[in-house]
Each structure stands twice: as structure tokens, then as C-alpha cells.
């Protein structure tokens, strides 16, 4: 039969190790270590210290749990054992200074304690902590003590190392879900039978699912393509033997994702299988890369050859044609005719000049160069002449100009705003064949002046209206379709009115006509000189 002490002693070590076992706080760990210990060797008080890497060749001790001891005394203990110096062999662990250091600590006279008995903590040899175990009364550790001590301090190692283990383990978790969740694309992780376990956030946004909704669920209830590229699924490409190991190339998919909610998201979608080292599949990551700019990218890559195919060819061919008709050697051209079919050539050789000029600036804006060339510019003078100007060119529509006396100048590139007004002049005119008032108007107020050019035509329908502005846009009216254009004209002027500190924006009705405003600042500098 087993001593009796030995008894207890077993007893005590089982509750400690099924106490490590039960996921407890780690404080409560040791506080049970540490209580245990005191009641099997007698003493009424004790502490366990922990090393908490300091600077150079000493180390930090922090008590992490004490019994029999006042709080108030924990910060004299952390003192006392600050700064233990260095040992190369743990076993033999500073073991006299540890001692000497204990003395001290004995002899905190008001405490009471009369003697200790300390040992180091270690795992995998190297020391994470001490224990310490006092006695009150006039009786010194034996062997027999410190051997029963030392089975209590492997327990606290053993704690000690399994909360490190934890906590690395979930900050490593803690951080790849920080990763995942801050990642741009949307990240799946499926299990071999194709159920979600993960759910990082941006695939809120590119399904309309929520985590909490889609973990759980089969990936094509999730993954679902309205339209996609020729290629195999998922399911079609496993049941041909993807993947065959761990140097499978991911899988791509690419198409519209079909979202909760209806709508459609373009979406490349990577597969890229997990094996584990006996070669299973344990899981398959997905990666889901919203497309929808390299889709736009692409689209206004074709709107612009269409676009300038067919601008570009128009003027040239009916160039070509004049000139080739005027070449003919078998017919005879009255003046006028010549006269007539140059006038067409020069007319097509400007509209020409015209398009590559814009073609320029607006390459020019995308490499963010756009230079105003300022000076001052009255922009009521500028608006009358530019209506003389259109006034040449269409019989059907009444131009007029109406700003306020006094009108302020700005401060401004004058070639850039003219080319801002003809545009919107030149449309007002366009798309408002039928003919009606175009009326330039100047307001000023007190931070700002606006421009206003207002047709009577059928105006924009509401879902091209915030799009008029944008880069080769345009509208999608049977009109818009007749009339030629290159849908760069507003995109350049907003360009230019943005760039000189202005907003460019449309109001407009079917049936109702067209207005487009745009503002600029009011040029304070020399205000008084020139009103
Ligand atoms: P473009 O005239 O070369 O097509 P713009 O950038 O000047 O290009 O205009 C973009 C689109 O805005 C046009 O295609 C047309 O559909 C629409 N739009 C512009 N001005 C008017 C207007 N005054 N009335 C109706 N639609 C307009």
C-alpha cells in the first residue's frame, strides 16, 4: 500500500491534471497548482512567478498567482524577484539566488513567513516559472518536501505551456481571420463534400449571402453562374479526376455569379485544393475576384474601336469620295461643284482634326496632364461670340444670351472654356433637331459663377443622365444613334471645369428639354480693377 501522503499526493496531482484538461482559465489552472502544493506540504502561503522575457541577460518574473499572501504585498514580491540573473543550465536554475532572494523574502517580517522552498518551472529545458511554497511556523523543508514540490512544479510547466500553445494558436487563428476578412476577394473555404466552413467578408458583398447564413451550406447553393465561360464546374472537373494531388493547377472558372438578391456579379472564381501529408484532400479554398472592371476596361476598349472606326471612316471615305470624283479626268465640274465638293472636304478634314484633338486630350487626361493655361476671361463675351458663331449653322433654333451687367471674369484657360461652351452649344443644337431656343445664361453668386446652356429638344431619359458624363458614353436614344458623336465631348469637359476648381452637372425631362450648368469659382484677385 501507497504512504498516505502518497495517496493525497496522487490525489492531488489527478485533480491538477484533470483541472489542466478541462479548459479552464489559465489563472484558475495555477491557482489550483499552487493551492495544491501549500495544502500537501504544509505551508500557508505561496506564489507562482512567471518569466516574462526582459532586456540583455536577466529575466522578468511576474507573480501570476499566489495564495496566503495580502494583494498588497504582490508588487514587494515582483520586485524582489526582478532581474534573476541568467543561468546556462535550467535544471540548476539560479538555485542559490533563488534561495538567497527567498531568504528575503522569508523575512518579510510582517508576513510571518518563517520558511520557503522554491523550485523552477521547466519544459522542453527551459525555465517558465517558479514556484514557492511558505511555511509560518519554525519547520524546514525536507528532501522529501522538495521532491513532492517538484511534481507540482512539472504540473504548472506542463499549464504554463499548453496556455502558450493556446494563446499562439489563437492569434495565429485570430490573425489569418483578421487576413481573410481584410482580403479584397472573396475567400471560401469548402470541405471535400463541397460544405462551406468559411465565409470571409467580402463575399457579403459579392453574393449577398452572410457568413452566418452560408457556412454550412453546399458551395453551388452559394456559387451559382447565370452565365460563365466554356470550361468545367467544380462538380464536372472532380468527377475527371480533379485534383490528382497537391500540384494540381487551380481550377478557373469565370462568368456571372448570380447574388441573393438577383443581380449578377462578374466574378473569376480559383479552386485550389488542401492535402494533407498522407496525400488526402482536407479541403478546397475558393477565391472569388470580382471582375467587373476588367469587364468595363474591356467593353470601353471595343466601344472605342467601334466608335472610332466609325468616326474615323466617315470623313475619310467621304474625303476620298470628293476628291476621287473631282480627280476624274472624263468629266468636266462646273465652279461651283468644285467649289462645293472642297467646302465638303475641308468640312470632313476639320471634323477629323476635331476628333483626334479630342482623342489627345483625352489620352492626355488619363495620364493626368491637363494644363491650364489662366488668365481672365469674361465669359459673357465669350458666350455672345460663340452664339454668333452657331448662328451660322442652323436656321431651325433661336440662340440667345442672357447674363447680368457686370458680369465678373474668371480666372481661366479661355481656349479650354470655349472648348467647354461649343460642346454643350453644339449639342444643344444636335440633339434638338426639331429646332427651339438655346439660351446661354450667366448667374453669379457670391463664391461662384454658373454657366447655363438650355435646348428645347427631348431631353435625356432618366437612366442615361448620370452617365452622360462618363468616357465614350453615349446616350441610348434612337437620336443619340442618328446624330454622330464619340461620347467624349462632356466627358472632357467635365475634365476641364473640374480642373479649374468647377462642378459640371444636367437637368433634364423627356419632352422637356436640356439644361447643362457648370460652375466655376469667382476670381477674387482683381475684382474692383476689373468691374
Ligand atoms: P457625343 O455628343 O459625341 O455623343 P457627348 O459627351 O457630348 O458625346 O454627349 C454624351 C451623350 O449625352 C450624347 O450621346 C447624348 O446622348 C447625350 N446628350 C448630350 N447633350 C444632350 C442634349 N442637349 N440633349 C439630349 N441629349 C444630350
Known amino acids: 500500500m501507497l ?202 458583398k459579392l453574393t449577398g449571402w452572410t457568413p452566418a447564413e452560408a457556412i454550412g451550406r453546399d458551395h453551388d447553393e452559394v456559387i451559382r453562374w447565370a452565365w460563365r465561360e466554356p470550361g468545367p464546374t467544380l462538380a464536372e472537373a472532380e468527377a475527371n479526376g480533379w485534383p490528382l494531388d497537391e500540384h494540381s493547377a487551380p481550377l478557373y472558372v469565370e462568368g456571372d455569379l448570380l447574388r441573393r438578391d438577383g443581380g449578377l456579379t462578374p466574378a473569376g472564381v480559383s479552386y485550389a485544393p488542401i492535402f494533407d501529408r498522407e496525400g488526402r484532400l482536407v479541403n478546397i479554398i475558393v477565391d472569388v475576384h470580382d471582375i467587373t472592371k476588367f469587364r468595363e476596361a474591356e467593353e470601353l476598349k471595343s466601344t472605342f474601336i467601334s466608335i472610332i472606326s466609325h468616326e474615323l471612316k466617315t470623313p475619310v471615305a467621304l474625303i476620298k469620295g470628293y476628291a476621287e470624283t473631282l480627280q476624274r479626268e472624263d468629266a468636266k465640274w462646273d465652279a461651283a461643284t468644285v467649289q462645293e465638293s472642297l467646302a465638303v472636304i475641308t468640312e470632313e478634314a476639320d471634323r477629323l482634326t476635331e476628333l483626334i484633338e479630342k482623342l489627345l486630350d483625352a489620352s492626355r487626361l488619363q495620364a493626368g496632364a491637363l494644363k491650364l493655361n489662366r488668365s481672365e476671361v469674361a465669359l459673357d463675351a465669350l458666350a455672345a461670340r460663340l452664339v454668333e458663331k452657331f ?92 446624330v454622330k458623336g464619340t461620347g467624349l465631348g462632356l466627358f472632357l469637359a467635365k475634365a476641364v471645369v473640374e480642373a479649374h476648381g468647377g462642378r459640371i452637372w444636367v437637368e433634364s425631362k423627356p419632352g422637356k428639354g436640356t439644361t447643362f450648368f457648370f460652375s466655376l469659382p469667382r476670381y477674387n484677385g482683381q475684382m474692383t480693377d476689373s468691374r
Open 3 to 204: 504512504p498516505d501522503f502518497r495517496v493525497r499526493q496522487r490525489d492531488y496531482l489527478l485533480e491538477i491534471s484533470r483541472a489542466i484538461t478541462q479548459e479552464l482559465d489559465f489563472a484558475t489552472v495555477l491557482r489550483r497548482i499552487l493551492q495544491s502544493a501549500a495544502e500537501l506540504l504544509a505551508g500557508q502561503a505561496g506564489l507562482i512567478a512567471l518569466r516574462e522575457d526582459g532586456t540583455g541577460a536577466s529575466i522578468r518574473w511576474h507573480v501570476r498567482a499566489y495564495y496566503g499572501i495580502p494583494d498588497a504585498y504582490i508588487a514587494y514580491f515582483d520586485e524582489l524577484l526582478a532581474d534573476v540573473p541568467e543561468h546556462g543550465d535550467p535544471q540548476r536554475f539560479a538555485l542559490p539566488e533563488i534561495n538567497r532572494r527567498l531568504q528575503a523574502i522569508a523575512e518579510v517580517s510582517t508576513l510571518g513567513l518563517l520558511h520557503g522552498v522554491g523550485l523552477p518551472m521547466i519544459v522542453r529545458n527551459e525555465v517558465v516559472g517558479l514556484i514557492f511554497i511558505f511555511r509560518s511556523y519554525a519547520s524546514a523543508f525536507t528532501a522529501n518536501d522538495r521532491a513532492l514540490l517538484s511534481s507540482f512544479a512539472i504540473q504548472a510547466a506542463i499549464a504554463v505551456q499548453n496556455a502558450k500553445l493556446y494563446q499562439q494558436v489563437s492569434w495565429e487563428k485570430r490573425r489569418l481571420d483578421a487576413v481573410l476578412d481584410g482580403y479584397a476577394d472573396g475567400i471560401l473555404l469548402l470541405t471535400p463534400s463541397h460544405r462551406i466552413e468559411r465565409f470571409n467578408r467580402a463575399m457579403i
Open 391 to 482: 448662328k451660322t449653322q442652323t436656321t431651325k433654333h433661336t440662340l440667345s444670351v442672357e447674363f447680368p451687367d457686370n458680369f465678373p471674369p474668371v480666372l481661366g484657360d479661355e481656349e479650354r472654356l470655349t472648348q467647354v461652351l461649343s460642346n454643350l452649344l453644339s449639342n444643344a443644337i444636335k440633339y434638338a433637331p426639331g429646332g427651339g431656343a438655346v439660351t446661354v445664361r450667366g448667374r453669379v453668386e457670391p463664391e461662384r459663377v454658373i454657366i447655363s446652356v438650355s435646348d428645347e429638344g427631348p431631353g435625356i431619359a432618366a437612366a442615361d443622365l448620370p452617365r452622360v458624363f462618363d468616357r465614350f458614353y453615349r446616350g441610348e436614344s434612337e437620336l443619340t444613334k442618328r
